[in-house]
């Protein structure tokens, strides 16, 4: 892992590699990186305009490159459907599944299923699109589902009691809490695909401190006086911040159900992150798996897999 970067990145023609959230930010630049290696990438994004504009700049930039765009709206079920209806119509393998998109601490506010936004956006958006196109992963060999979670999750906990932010609502307690279910998320698809015997991985990564889009649009004044500062202070390029999900996507030595992130915390070499307790915890991992399973009606039927006991 030492000093590897999206230079490293081998020839990737023929592999289809889908990035949601891939019109800015760290998801636009491993549109970039992959790309630029010959990848066909899928950009799966809510607003089809800002997605062709990136397109549009990638292209000018790399006239040959394979992109290509389909509409999805991750706060959306009827969309996480209809996207996976088109993807699987139009492309006959799946290499790469970067589940990358996300919102960070907004005001209080539900997706259209009635969801709380963040967790709803970030991890039950993300559950059910995986679910939906676990068919297509399952067919091409050596594929990946790579899971972007922050630095955030060490201040997560999973409010099972209140999990919709419901009764209260604090927006970077609901993050920390969507950034942890990331996690859960990904160690518990890893156990059930290898309960399978299935071949596809499952990983989880973190960009460290990357200055995004995420960190232009506060919430409140505290933000928009804290946020300037982190950046400006520990802030890396998006760039550099997608560094980790595209060696979670691409380098041979991934290990399935691992985590991968910055040396540093917020920037640095590539390095295996260590798991909190609470991202450790199974009892955890299978209860969010069976309760994301009934809120979204996505239950992954194309493995036939056992459950964790949940107590």
């Known amino acids: 892992m030492k000093g590897w970067s999206a230079k490293d990145i081998p020839d990737q023609s023929g592999r289809v590699i889908v990035i949601t959230g891939a019109n800015s930010g760290i998801g636009y ?3 970039v990186a992959l790309a630029g290696k010959n990848a066909h990438v899928v950009m799966a994004c809510r607003s089809l305009e800002k997605a062709e504009r990136a397109r549009q700049e990638l292209l000018a930039r790399a006239p040959k490159a394979m992109v290509d765009i389909l509409r999805l709206d ?5 969309s996480i459907h209809g996207f996976a209806e088109e993807f699987d119509a139009a492309y006959d393998r799946l290499d790469v599944l970067m589940n990358n998109a996300g919102i960070m601490a907004p005001p209080y506010s539900k997706t259209v299923d009635g969801f709380e936004s963040q967790i709803g956006t970030n991890h039950l958006g993300h559950f ?3 679910g939906l196109v676990l068919p297509k992963l399952l067919k091409t060999p050596n594929s990946r589902v790579v899971t972007l979670s922050s630095y955030a999750n060490l201040a997560g906990w999973i409010n099972f009691h209140d999990l919709q932010s419901s009764k209260r609502y604090i927006g970077w307690v609901a993050y920390c809490q969507s950034k942890l279910a990331n996690i859960l998320f990904a160690r518990e698809l890893q156990h059930i695909l290898t309960a399978a015997q299935a071949e596809p991985i499952s990983v989880a990564v973190h960009p460290g401190h990357a200055v995004t889009n995420l960190q232009t649009h506060p919430a409140n004044w505290f933000d928009a006086f804290i946020l300037p500062i982190a950046n400006s202070t520990m802030g890396q390029s998006a760039e550099a911040g997608a560094t ?5 996507a691409i ?3 991934v290990v399935g159900g691992e985590f991968y992130g910055p040396k540093y915390v917020l920037r640095g070499e590539v390095i295996h992150e260590r798991y909190t307790a609470r991202a450790k915890n199974n009892a955890d991992a299978a209860r969010l798996w069976q309760i ?3 809120l979204t009606g996505v239950h992954y039927e194309a493995l036939n897999r056992p459950l964790r006991q949940v107590a």
């Open 74 to 78: 991750l706060g959306s079920l009827q």
């Open 29 to 31: 630049e491993s549109v």
């Open 128 to 130: 059910a699109l995986t």
């Open 292 to 294: 994301s399973e009934q």
């Open 244 to 248: 980790y999900q595209l060696y979670a």
């Open 251 to 253: 380098a041979p030595e």
